[in-house]
């Protein structure tokens, strides 16, 4: 084998660990910046469509630009919706979260990972093993559950 080529291949098999490293770190890294808004969000008083107690459960989903958590729910107060709700049922429920990639929010251009940013409320994630009352709209096309922040509940 030439050193042309061993410095050719030695190129290759960095470039390849460098890429995969930076990949996989893009999707491990989620750094949690709640308290902090990125931009204007502007919402209206709005009527729940459920009244509950929840467990939180500590586990948080991120699908595109939404993030959800899951939580156990210990006691129905009402139910305004057509779909059935039982007491120790978990369910996935959106948050007035967003997500935005690191390189995007960053001045520097490389940075792996996304963040995840609050949206202008007080909402804050039920921790594991926190109980809480919360409110939730229903989206009917999508058929997704969103948690209310309390200053955007009609009483």
Known sequence: MSLRRKVLSTILLLSF??????LILNQLIVLDRTSQTLGEYDYGLTS?????LVEGT???N?????????????????????NNLAEGREIEVNEYFVV?????????????????????????RPKKGEQRIIHLKFNIETKQYWIMPEELVKK
Do not use: C, H
């Open 17 to 22: 660990v460098i890429i995969g490293t930076y």
């Open 48 to 52: 729940a469509d459920v009244e509950v």
């Open 58 to 60: 500590g586990k948080q």
């Open 62 to 82: 991120i699908t595109g630009n939404t993030v959800s958590t899951n939580v156990k729910i210990k006691a129905l107060r009402w139910n305004n919706t057509s």
């Open 100 to 124: 935005y990639k690191n390189r995007k929010v960053l001045s520097t251009l490389f940075v792996p990972g996304r963040s995840i940013y609050g949206m202008g409320t007080s909402y804050k």
